[in-house]
């Protein structure tokens, strides 16, 4: 079964019909103004702590992690010895990756979208980022979308395993109030997608995977003047 095929079976149990899902995190909330974090309520900026049973895990698993910094090493080493003695023309793909990699990296840094959100606290962006951990505690959603717009689901509690038995829905955007946006147009392959308001404003998630079955749902989607 696909990683697509199993993130809409999950979207089944929770009685949503989606159109693509994946799992998606945002990056650090910026600390807003003290007014702005008042009139919202005073809301949590940050994921729970890992609960004491992932903590055990990675108390369990230091040891361990010398062991895989020196395996990602030699991977990285054979990839070194694999490009110098590959044939020019695989040469030729490798600085050609490595340059569309570095024009995506100044693309996304010149857009601002190296940023959570475009710094509007009172945009729709903003105020709906003030509550993205008033609904769920956990560090990550599924994000999923439907015909009628976006639905968020995640566990009430970070939890350390069986984030999918815990599912519920935390938010749910219609159509009208946000969409779903690929800014490349798949023009670069990434885990970016930005929810865009009505208002110009956005909020950026980085999905699991790498160009998803949402990025791949987007592209399929009419042009907004066609």
Same mark, same amino acid.
């Given at each position: 079964?696909?990683?697509?095929?199993?993130?809409?079976?999950?979207?089944?149990?929770?009685?949503?019909?989606?159109?693509?899902?994946?799992?998606?995190?945002?990056?650090?909330?910026?600390?807003?103004?003290?007014?702005?974090?008042?009139?919202?309520? #005073?809301?949590?900026?940050?994921?729970?702590?890992?609960?004491?049973?992932?903590?055990?895990?990675?108390?369990?698993?230091?040891?361990?992690?010398?062991?895989?910094?020196?395996?990602?090493?030699?991977?990285?080493?054979?990839?070194?010895?694999?490009?110098?003695?590959?044939?020019?023309?695989?040469?030729?793909?490798?600085?050609?990756?490595?340059?569309?990699?570095?024009?995506?990296?100044?693309?996304?840094?010149?857009?601002?979208?190296?940023?959570?959100?475009?710094?509007?606290?009172?945009? #729709?962006?903003?105020?709906?980022?003030?509550?993205?951990?008033?609904?769920?505690?956990?560090?990550?959603?599924?994000?999923?979308?439907?015909?009628?717009?976006?639905?968020?689901?995640?566990?009430?509690?970070?939890?350390?395993?069986?984030?999918?038995?815990?599912?519920?829905?935390?938010?749910?955007?219609?159509?009208?109030?946000?969409?779903?946006?690929?800014?490349?147009?798949?023009?670069?392959?990434?885990?970016?997608?930005?929810?865009?308001?009505?208002?110009?404003?956005?909020?950026?998630?980085?999905?699991?995977?790498?160009?998803?079955?949402?990025?791949?749902?987007?592209?399929?989607?009419?042009?907004?003047?066609?």
């Amino acid at each position: 079964m696909t990683h697509a095929r199993k993130q809409r079976l999950k979207a089944a149990r929770l009685g949503i019909q989606a159109e693509a899902a994946d799992w998606c995190w945002i990056d650090k909330i910026p600390q807003p103004p003290a007014d702005v974090l008042q009139a919202a309520g #005073n809301p949590r900026l940050r994921p729970a702590r890992l609960p004491p049973l992932g903590m055990i895990g990675a108390v369990l698993g230091a040891p361990f992690m010398p062991l895989l910094m020196l395996l990602s090493l030699l991977a990285d080493a054979e990839e070194a010895v694999k490009r110098s003695l590959g044939t020019k023309e695989e040469k030729a793909r490798w600085r050609a990756k490595k340059e569309e990699d570095k024009r995506r990296d100044a693309t996304i840094a010149q857009q601002g979208l190296d940023k959570v959100f475009d710094g509007d606290w009172h945009g #729709n962006a903003g105020q709906f980022l003030l509550r993205w951990y008033s609904h769920s505690t956990h560090h990550q959603r599924l994000l999923l979308a439907t015909q009628d717009g976006i639905v968020l689901a995640a566990p009430p509690r970070r939890v350390s395993v069986g984030r999918e038995k815990r599912l519920e829905v935390v938010a749910r955007l219609t159509a009208s109030e946000a969409t779903l946006v690929d800014p490349f147009s798949g023009e670069f392959e990434t885990r970016l997608l930005l929810i865009r308001f009505p208002d110009g404003s956005w909020l950026r998630v980085d999905t699991e995977e790498l160009r998803s079955d949402l990025h791949m749902y987007v592209l399929r989607q009419p042009l907004p003047d066609s």
